[in-house]
């Protein structure tokens, strides 16, 4: 199976099963001949009927209620949810991104499917802890958020610039915070796969910088990462709760960056709700 196997599996495959599909490449050096197709996006990834995309919105649970298992089990689901479609994107981003430097393709290749791994890791934390609380997922309604992005994500530097350093940027916000929830709560089996997820995403995150300063060329970071954002997306949206710059420095990014990201303000809601002030966990550091 080669890197474009792999990919398809996972975006057109329409199961669980598909979209865990175990890596198997031995090397990087496919036959190009064996991706003569053009792969167009499709307007949602394959699902089977268990996990299809719902227009319906779940109310994510409040962490006063995690002492309930049901209601973690309801965190997870959310957070199970948004794994499956990075998974889902960065299948969609080797399929569709192409490049003039073979070699340039092949470390592009490698990264993606490092970090599909990961997301992987991570689809199968979530899930296995949810069906200890007796929940599979598709029992709640499934979003598409991320992926309403991807039809405006038309180069590699967009993606990263939205996948890598926004998206993931924002969740080692959350990771931190719900992991803190979690052991509040005597949960420190669901708090450690939280802190799994946030070690993962400092590398995902440093991996994001890694391409964007390769591609930038005289541009600073800063610039550059604002530059291939796509509409409607703003760097308020690479801060979780409780945002920290030292996460981001763990990640690698510049001091000029994190500077930058932490001073800007637009008014984003998730960065301004007032209860995660008085919601915080009491042993939260930082």
């Known amino acids: 199976m080669n890197v474009y196997d792999f990919a398809e599996q996972i975006l057109f495959g329409k199961s669980l099963e598909d979209k865990l599909i175990h890596h198997r490449l031995q090397d990087f050096d496919y036959d190009e001949s064996n991706h003569s197709k053009k792969i167009f996006l499709p307007k949602l990834p394959e699902r ?25 089990a309801m965190a997870l689901h959310f957070f199970a949810n948004h794994e499956l479609l990075a998974i889902e994107m960065m299948a969609a981003a080797i399929l569709t991104y192409d490049f003039e430097n073979a070699d340039e393709k092949k470390q592009f290749h490698k990264g993606l499917v490092k970090t599909i791994i990961d997301e992987q890791k991570h689809l199968k934390l979530y899930t296995h802890r949810m069906k200890e609380w007796k929940m599979n997922l598709g029992d709640l309604p499934l979003n598409d958020f991320f992926w309403n992005y991807m039809p405006d994500l038309k180069t590699p530097s967009m993606f990263y610039a939205a996948m890598a350093l926004t998206f993931e940027s924002a969740n080692l916000d959350f990771a931190n915070y719900y992991s803190l929830c979690f052991k ?71 001091e000029n960056f994190c500077q ?27």
């Open 48 to 72: 089977d009927q268990q996990i299809k995309i719902s227009e319906v919105q779940a109310k994510f649970p409040k962490k006063s209620t995690f002492h309930l298992d049901d209601k973690k």
């Open 260 to 286: 930058k990201l932490t001073a800007f303000e637009d008014g984003f809601r998730v960065t301004k709700r007032k209860t995660w002030g008085q919601d915080l966990p009491d042993n939260h550091e930082g």
């Open 184 to 254: 509040e709560v005597g949960d420190d089996k669901t708090s450690e796969i939280m802190r799994i997820v946030y070690e993962d995403e400092i590398s995902h995150v440093a991996l994001g910088a890694k391409w964007l300063n390769h591609w930038r060329n005289d541009k600073d970071l800063w610039t550059y990462y604002q530059e291939n954002l796509p509409a409607l997306l703003t760097p308020n949206r690479a801060k979780g709760i409780h945002y920290r710059e030292e996460y981001r420095k763990e990640a690698g990014l510049d």
